[in-house]
């Protein structure tokens, strides 16, 4: 199955997604979306961030994706069900739902989130890893400068102050694992591990990609061509430009501009 994979993020975090994804499925091809006008989305309402995502999974699915991956947790908190509700035949996953059970099959008691101010304030990390585990211990951590920090390619020391900041609060909790609650954290990763001590880290983003392979095994739908992948963003571009090819390992050609407007 020629179709590609259709992965949408505020910015470049979904590309630590993509990158998992390649791991395992290197074949397969994938429309990218970064909706960086709106960037962070941390700092939006749930109901501005349930109509960028509609928009945007509107138009992914008018370029014939075979499945969706929602790669930014806010997102997966606020859309998945009802994508999922809209879109009946297509295979659609999220992150955030990864992450949860990721944290529940963990073999600790306590569990810490870092994530976006926005993703917090919904609770379904809580929520979700308590479904399947409701011995879990849930404590959460907003961490509302790190999306852009990480955007705008910030300086160590900034970017090791403000997570030495968020952290604070998960340390005293004696969390025994953190959950890394937004896709652009992983591209912090070792400042993150140094700051926080011994807690074992976990990347959503593993799962996910983990349940994406089984869900197109299943559906007999893996390719086996070269991959093909388009970029499309709604605002600056800079970010993604200069990401990609260091961490993707991949030539962008062209990066396509798009305000994901015409959509649902």
Known sequence: MN???GIFDSGVGGLTVVKAILKLLPNESFLYCADTKNIPYGEHSAEE??????????????????????????????????????????PIVGVLQAGARLA????????????????????????????????????????????????????????????????????????????????HYPLVRKIIEEELGGAIILDPSEELAREVKEILEKENLISHNSPQHR?????????LRKLVPSFLGIDIIEIEHQDFQGGY
């Open 3 to 5: 179709k590609p994979i």
């Open 49 to 90: 961030i349930e109509s960028f995502a509609l928009r945007i999974i509107s138009f992914l699915v008018n370029k014939g994706i075979k499945l969706l991956a929602i790669a930014c947790n806010y997102s997966s908190a606020v859309v998945l069900d009802k994508a999922i509700r809209i879109y009946p035949s297509l």
């Open 104 to 183: 529940s099959s963990q073999s600790v008691e306590k569990i810490g989130i870092l994530a976006t101010r926005g993703t917090v304030k919904t609770k379904m990390f809580p929520r979700e890893i308590k479904k399947i585990n409701p011995q879990k211990r849930v404590f959460q951590a907003s961490c509302p400068p790190l999306v852009s920090l990480i955007e705008s390619f910030a300086p160590e020391e900034e970017i090791r102050y403000v997570v030495r900041d968020c952290l604070k609060r998960l340390k005293i909790k004696g969390i025994e694992a953190l959950v890394l609650g937004c896709t």
């Open 231 to 239: 970029f499309f963003v709604s605002g600056n571009d800079e970010s």
